[in-house]
């Protein structure tokens, strides 16, 4: 979807530099800094909430927080628009 | 422009766009029948990681073939699917491959849950069919098989152009999204494994923005079926969390149940009179639909995501829903297109109509004519995307490895490559001017309502084309900040042209069948339209016309022609 308000929450201090949040990303949200090894959160407004990024860290320092209410359904009634 | 950017030149005997199930599966299938060619899998995003086959239930389609022959599921599929529309002789070759699919998979390093008498662990999932599950790290997997036996991976590099020469096809152009070097990649055979077109809306099938159907429309290569490219799921209206089955439990707001209306005989999987139900419901105001069911928080699908143990994919799922829980008060639902447009041609060898090209997976599932009149996996066949893919990734690979090796490494052509470096930059290039989400915003105002897409009507047709042929006009004005942008510029454009071959070739199919639903010519026709509409670009023009389907050769067919 587009357009939406999804957060990305990152903890660096756990953060041991694998890498595999930046592959995992299939939507090219999460970019890398190879020189400090750390995720670099560039393109969240493109965030499908897949929660690839957090399923993989195995030291918990992704948190994706979703904002539902933000994604449009495209119907013709109002409370689907 | 090309060293302002940076240029790469490469060559490979087989390119392969796209690192999802259907890419690897083909990647790996050629490598292994013959070692000594060059593979080389470029993949916009990481390969393993993208596509959709990890996101997904992660549900293979079983087939117990002792207890069900091929010819029996084609009669079944014919009938009450594919409706007449499909080619009965790839369908069967599809069923009779089942365990020999997934005897591979497994070779290639997917675990597959097995009965301690050594036979799969299947969960049936209607008279014919059952399902087993595989765990979701199956394309990781499948990368990691593809590199020992020496396929090369590039990722981050998003194709742009194929390249043709003397009308077989002589490799590719791309460019990396995170630095904009261009790449001119020569290949005697290129298989293209770039998904379907979801225009960015279901989340799971945000992967599939069409680029490669795309890409194979602008080099001459044909499209069928583009018209049943509409896929649509109930979600619950918070979350937008798929239901699956949910159109067996649904109920008007004055508590009557709805299903009964257009549901009259146990079918395999949602089908589009589920969608024109809502639609009728709201208009009529007896809406909103909701679910019930006898058990308090039971689903029907949601059983079949949980009985497998499954680790890789559990972090994945609990997340998902333990997050659309939290927001979801009740179980109110509505549709969402999916899409899943899936039109690239192939012939039984999954060859495109351009010599040397195949396309695989997603990309080509009604370009096949294999399941007839039905959008793409899931399209009312569950299981069958990730097992499609793996089917025609293998089916590719004796035909790819022949052209091969009776190829000569083609030199691309120089004004091609200039074209496609011009029209990639372009964006880029612009002073000013609108963004890629302008154009997508205004393609999904056209193709998301119900009654654009799924429950058509000549005038809603028409409307939703004109506002598709406003955003095309805009798509000559998008202007990119980034490399990152410049991609969504390039998905944006393909957006535009899946949408308007979708709704140009809706208006010429006057009739209702299978998935493909009208309210103005409600019946199926077998007298005038057992037959596909082909779309092809003419020298720049949109170029559509029918073919009759050739039924008569196949065993099961319709009564009344």
């Known amino acids: ?81 | 422009m090309i060293v302002e950017y940076g240029h790469e030149t490469k060559r490979t005997d087989v390119l392969v766009i796209g690192g999802g199930i259907g890419g690897l599966t083909a990647a790996v299938s050629i490598k292994e029948r013959a070692p000594e060619l060059d593979v080389l899998i470029v993949e916009k995003q990481t390969a393993g990681y993208s596509g959709k086959a990890n996101k997904g239930g992660g549900v293979l389609q079983y087939f117990d073939l002792n207890r069900i022959k091929p010819e029996e599921f084609v009669e079944y599929h014919v009938k009450a699917i594919g409706s007449y529309l499909g080619d009965q002789e790839l369908l069967a070759k599809y069923v009779s491959m089942n365990n020999f699919m997934l005897d591979k998979l497994i070779e290639w390093g997917a675990k597959l849950p097995k009965n301690a008498d050594g036979t799969y662990n299947a969960i049936p999932t209607g008279p014919m069919t059952a399902m087993i599950g595989v765990d979701l790290d199956i394309t990781l997997k499948m990368r990691r098989t593809a590199e020992r036996i020496g396929v090369q991976i590039i990722d981050k590099v998003a194709v742009s152009d194929l390249l043709t020469a003397d009308g077989t096809i002589a490799g590719a152009t791309g460019y990396s999204i995170l630095d904009g070097t261009f790449y001119v990649i020569a290949a005697k055979a290129v298989v293209l494994a770039t998904g379907s077109q979801n225009y960015r809306i279901g989340s799971m099938w945000s992967s599939g923005r069409g680029d490669g159907i795309a890409a194979a429309y602008r080099a001459g290569a044909e499209l069928r079926n583009v018209e049943f490219g509409n896929f649509a799921q109930l979600v619950k209206v918070r979350s937008h969390e798929e239901v699956v089955f949910g159109e067996n439990n649904m109920y008007n707001r004055l508590g009557e149940f709805i299903t009964k209306n257009f549901r009259t005989t146990p079918e395999p999987d949602i089908n589009s009179n589920a969608i024109r139900e809502w639609y009728l419901a709201m208009t009529s105001g007896t809406g909103p639909v909701h679910l019930e069911y006898d058990e308090p928080g039971g689903s029907e699908g949601a059983p079949l995501i949980k009985i497998w143990d499954r680790p890789y994919g559990q972090t994945f799922w609990r997340l998902n829903n333990e997050r659309a829980q939290a927001v979801d008060t009740d179980l109110e639902v509505c549709p969402m297109l999916i899409g899943e447009q899936s039109p690239v041609r192939v012939e039984h060898d999954m060859q495109t109509t351009i010599p040397g090209l195949y396309a695989v997976g997603d990309v080509s599932y009604c370009g096949s004519a294999a399941p007839g009149a039905v959008p793409a996996p899931p399209g009312r066949n569950r299981g069958s995307g990730i097992l499609n893919a793996v089917f025609a990734g293998i089916s590719c690979a004796d035909s790819a490895v022949a052209h091969c090796k009776s190829s000569a490494m083609p030199e691309p052509d120089e004004e091609q490559i200039s074209g496609s470096i011009r029209r990639v930059y372009a964006p880029l290039e612009r002073k000013s001017g609108c963004t890629a989400k302008d154009v997508i915003r205004k393609v999904q105002s056209a193709v998301g309502p119900m009654e654009n897409s799924v429950y058509m009507r000549a005038d809603r047709i028409d409307a939703a084309l004109q506002t598709v042929l406003e955003a095309k006009e805009l798509a000559k004005t998008m202007k990119a900040v980034d490399f990152h942008d410049m991609l969504a510029c390039h998905e944006a454009e393909a957006m535009v042209l899946s949408a308007e071959m979708h709704f140009r070739a809706s208006v010429m199919r006057k009739e209702s069948r299978g998935w493909f639903l009208r309210e103005d010519y409600p019946e199926m026709d077998n007298k005038n339209w057992l037959k596909w509409i082909v779309v092809k670009n003419s020298d720049g023009e949109m170029k559509f016309y029918t073919e009759d389907v050739p039924y008569k050769k196949w065993p099961v067919q319709p009564q009344d022609v």
């Not at chain 1, 299939?26 to 800094?33: E, G, K, P, Y």
């Not at chain 1, 897949?50 to 979703?66: A, H, L, N, Q, T």
Request: proline content about 4%.
């Open chain 1, 1 to 81: 979807m587009i357009d939406t308000k999804h957060e990305i929450i990152f903890r660096p201090e756990q953060c041991v530099g694998c890498g595999l949040c930046y592959k995992a990303c299939f939507v090219d949200v999460i970019r890398w800094d190879a020189e400090n090894r750390r995720p670099i959160f560039k393109y969240v407004e493109d965030c499908e909430h897949c929660f690839y990024c957090e399923s993989v860290c195995k030291k918990g320092c992704i948190e994706v927080r979703p904002d539902y209410a933000s994604e449009r359904l495209l119907q013709s009634f109002d409370n689907y628009r």
